[in-house]
């Protein structure tokens, strides 16, 4: 009787364990921007997830003022990655967003990376991070994207 019961509860905790680390590999990552004493966690607007694009929502947006450091830290699940940041205008003419400056290719493993808000003549942008296409995923353009609004005043 011991036994079944002992076999029983190693049965119960090895699927908690398994389940614990399958949830573990499917965690969405979040990716922290920091703009002066401002500090934001984004959740993506798309990831890549077992080869299925998954669609957030994110509405973040951060009012700064002009020649403001900004850091962007992303987790291991991205540095393992080469990622890139680039910043976007708001909207064109049609009222869609469209690249603007590229900020840079981040190296696989760096978790961090910085620029300055005046690095973009716009006003009103968006700090998109982004990591490549990945073979075997359905989202076109991009395997993850986050995306923060800014608005410089002053």
Do not use: H
Request: aromatic content about 4%; proline content about 5%; overall charge negative.
């Amino acid at each position: 009787m011991k036994s079944r019961r002992i076999t029983g509860t190693l049965l119960a905790l090895l699927t908690l364990l398994l389940s614990a680390c399958s949830n573990a590999e499917t965690a969405i990552p979040k990716v922290s921007i920091e703009i002066g004493n401002q500090t934001s966690e984004i959740t993506p607007t798309v990831y890549c997830v077992s080869g299925e694009a998954k669609l957030g929502e994110s509405s973040e947006a951060m009012q700064v003022s002009p020649n403001e450091n900004v850091t962007v830290t992303v987790p291991d699940a991205v540095a393992e990655k080469q990622w890139s940041i680039q910043i976007w205008s708001v909207a064109d003419n049609n009222g869609t967003a469209v690249p603007g400056t590229p900020i840079g290719e981040v190296p696989a493993g760096s978790q961090k990376a910085s620029f300055n808000t005046s690095d973009s003549a716009l006003d009103r942008y968006f700090i998109v991070v982004a990591i490549p296409e990945e073979a075997g995923c359905n989202a076109k353009g991009a395997a993850g994207m986050w995306t923060l609004m800014v608005s410089r005043v002053g």
